[in-house]
């Protein structure tokens, strides 16, 4: 059973930076991407970032460029999301993914809880 499992979220003022982990279980991650997507209250899920199998490949909506940084860490199983410069729209629930390397939720199969990440000005 795949198990993934967000942690690192919390409230923050404009600027200040977060780094959300995700620990994979269940399954060997290095054989599958693994993507970062939020969800803004009444708004749908939406891409974030993607890391490919092992790390060599990364690709970011134009929203986070330059702000967020995605990494891995396979032999910790760990995925991780750098976000500074964090700004109030960045407020959402964050999801961590994996499966095909891909900018479509639909691409992924596996997915967390999520962990809420406010932003507050």
């Known amino acids: 059973q795949v198990q993934l499992l967000e942690s690192g979220g919390g409230s923050v003022q404009t600027g200040d930076s977060l780094r959300l982990s995700c620990v994979a279980s269940g399954r060997t991650i290095s054989n599958y991407a693994m993507g970062w997507f939020r969800q803004a209250p009444g708004k749908e899920r939406e891409f974030v970032a993607a890391?490919?199998?092992?790390?060599?490949?990364?690709y970011y909506a134009d929203s986070v460029k330059g702000r967020f940084t995605i990494s891995r860490d396979n032999a910790k199983k760990t995925g991780y999301l750098q976000m500074n410069s964090l700004k109030p729209e960045d407020t959402a629930v964050y999801f961590c993914?994996?499966?095909?390397?891909?900018?479509?939720?639909?691409?992924?199969?596996?997915w967390g809880q999520g962990t809420q990440v406010t932003v507050s000005s």
């Open positions: 993914a994996t499966g095909a390397y891909s900018s479509t939720s639909s691409a992924y199969d596996y």
């Open positions: 890391i490919s199998g092992m790390g060599a490949i990364t």
